[in-house]
């Protein structure tokens, strides 16, 4: 996943050191079928105030439906996407809209919002705290960036009670 990952990025023409390559975590959020419901992430800048990260899915590949929740006197991460390569479908809060994309077979009840944006290179949206949302690739894969506010990564709250977000698989 980290090579098809590497290929993916290597397209958007976004240039990458070595190292930043074989930093990609790969995440599969302890669910066990990294192709269908998983991540690579590829993290550019990580401080105490701003997060700056590639995420790439793979053909079809979702990041399971999740918020960025309140943290003490933090009123919670502000996530903008702004896809670079590929179609990205984007689901969060609002009418039910799927059309392109699917909910992962058997997990309806934990996929909850279903208004969908599909977005194209150059699109760019912005996901204010306490949003739900998830993220599926087209056929061709996916890569956006993700610039954030306090990047809280283990503090998100999915909807899945099934996913694990500190199970790591690196392969
Ligand atoms: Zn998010």
Same mark, same amino acid.
């Given at each position: 996943?980290?090579?098809?990952?590497?290929?993916?990025?290597?397209? !958007?023409?976004?240039?990458? !050191?070595?190292?930043?390559?074989?930093?990609?975590?790969?995440?599969?959020?302890?669910?066990?079928?990294?192709?269908?419901?998983?991540?690579?992430?590829?993290?550019?800048?990580?401080?105490?105030?701003?997060?700056?990260? =590639?995420?790439?899915?793979?053909?079809?590949?979702? =990041?399971?439906?999740?918020?960025?929740?309140?943290?003490?006197?933090?009123?919670?991460?502000?996530?903008?996407?702004?896809?670079?390569?590929?179609?990205?479908?984007?689901?969060?809060?609002?009418?039910?809209?799927?059309?392109?994309?699917?909910?992962?077979?058997?997990?309806?009840?934990?996929?909850?919002?279903?208004?969908?944006?599909?977005?194209?290179?150059?699109?760019?949206?912005?996901?204010?705290?306490?949003?739900?949302?998830?993220?599926?690739?087209?056929?061709?894969?996916?890569?956006?960036?993700?610039?954030?506010?306090?990047?809280?990564?283990?503090?998100?709250?999915?909807?899945?009670?099934?996913?694990?977000?500190?199970?790591?698989?690196?392969?």
């Amino acid at each position: 996943m980290r090579k098809a990952a590497a290929s993916l990025i290597a397209q !958007t023409g976004v240039p990458v !050191t070595a190292d930043e390559l074989s930093s990609i975590e790969v995440a599969d959020f302890g669910l066990g079928h990294l192709a269908v419901e998983g991540a690579q992430i590829l993290t550019l800048l990580q401080s105490e105030r701003i997060g700056v990260k =590639l995420l790439v899915l793979t053909p079809g590949q979702t =990041l399971p439906e999740h918020l960025h929740p309140v943290v003490g006197s933090d009123p919670g991460k502000e996530e903008t996407v702004r896809v670079v390569l590929g179609t990205l479908l984007l689901y969060s809060e609002g009418g039910d809209t799927i059309s392109s994309g699917v909910v992962p077979s058997g997990k309806e009840a934990v996929y909850t919002v279903r208004n969908e944006r599909k977005m194209v290179p150059g699109d760019q949206l912005t996901l204010p705290p306490g949003n739900k949302h998830w993220l599926q690739a087209g056929d061709e894969g996916a890569v956006a960036f993700s610039f954030s506010s306090v990047a809280r990564d283990l503090l998100d709250v999915f909807t899945d009670p099934e996913v694990q977000r500190r199970v790591v698989v690196r392969k």
